[in-house]
């Protein structure tokens, strides 16, 4: 089984990398494989509601980005996290664009397999970063997966999430976590509505 990681920062090997590591080294321990893919630093569109993913459903009509590659390794991945640095007390504005664009053309991809977030930050903002990015997960069906505290890793200049020993030890939890529950499923997806069609209902008629 392979947990697929996304990388949200701009800086390829800054303290998120250093937290996404660290899980990558757990999952190894704990018999799973892993994959981290870095958004890079190039320019990431944000959704225009266009509805072309609808005429050519699994991509994103704008293919000029990371998104679309990113959304290819959906299908081979078992479970999913996503890493970002902390801007404003929110995720990085890029990687909110792919996993929204992602989750929008390609969601029956990923849909029900297990999920977590990781916030990378100096100081505050954390936890909201935190929720905003386990938000996507609930609207897709997907497990969440928990720690020994919320996924938060601490450092401000590069290198220094390194000296964040709870954080670090967090991270290995949740890895822990993750590979329990993916053995335990077998990695089979959440049911969800298990063939229900979607009763989706507007509050304006």
């Given at each position: 089984m392979k947990v697929l990681m996304i990388n949200g920062s701009p800086h390829q090997k800054g303290n998120t990398a250093i937290a996404l590591e660290e899980i990558a080294k757990q999952l190894k321990k704990n018999g799973i494989d892993s994959e981290t893919v870095w958004i890079g630093n190039k320019a990431v569109r944000g959704c225009i509601a266009?509805?072309?993913?609808?005429?050519?459903?699994?991509?994103?009509?704008?293919?000029?980005?990371?998104?679309?590659?990113?959304?290819?390794?959906?299908?081979?991945?078992?479970?999913?996290?996503?890493?970002?640095?902390?801007?404003?007390?929110?995720?990085?504005?890029?990687?909110?664009?792919?996993?929204?664009r992602a989750f929008y053309s390609n969601g029956g991809s990923i849909s029900g397999k297990p999920a977590a977030a990781v916030a990378v930050c100096r100081r505050g903002g954390a936890t909201a970063t935190f929720e905003t990015l386990n938000l996507p997960f609930q609207m897709m069906n997907m497990p969440v997966v928990t720690s020994q505290y919320w996924n938060i890793v601490y450092g401000a200049a590069p290198g220094q999430a390194s000296l964040d020993t709870e954080g670090l030890q967090t991270m290995r939890t949740l890895a822990n976590n993750m590979a329990w529950l993916l053995k335990a499923t077998?990695?089979?997806?959440?049911?969800?509505?298990?063939?229900e069609p979607r009763d989706a209902m507007n509050f304006i008629r």
């Amino acid at each position: 089984m392979k947990v697929l990681m996304i990388n949200g920062s701009p800086h390829q090997k800054g303290n998120t990398a250093i937290a996404l590591e660290e899980i990558a080294k757990q999952l190894k321990k704990n018999g799973i494989d892993s994959e981290t893919v870095w958004i890079g630093n190039k320019a990431v569109r944000g959704c225009i509601a266009c509805g072309q993913c609808h005429n050519h459903p699994g991509k994103c009509a704008f293919d000029d980005d990371i998104c679309n590659r990113i959304s290819e390794k959906f299908a081979d991945a078992d479970a999913l996290i996503v890493g970002s640095p902390v801007y404003y007390g929110q995720p990085n504005g890029a990687v909110l664009s792919v996993i929204q664009r992602a989750f929008y053309s390609n969601g029956g991809s990923i849909s029900g397999k297990p999920a977590a977030a990781v916030a990378v930050c100096r100081r505050g903002g954390a936890t909201a970063t935190f929720e905003t990015l386990n938000l996507p997960f609930q609207m897709m069906n997907m497990p969440v997966v928990t720690s020994q505290y919320w996924n938060i890793v601490y450092g401000a200049a590069p290198g220094q999430a390194s000296l964040d020993t709870e954080g670090l030890q967090t991270m290995r939890t949740l890895a822990n976590n993750m590979a329990w529950l993916l053995k335990a499923t077998g990695g089979k997806p959440a049911p969800g509505r298990d063939g229900e069609p979607r009763d989706a209902m507007n509050f304006i008629r």
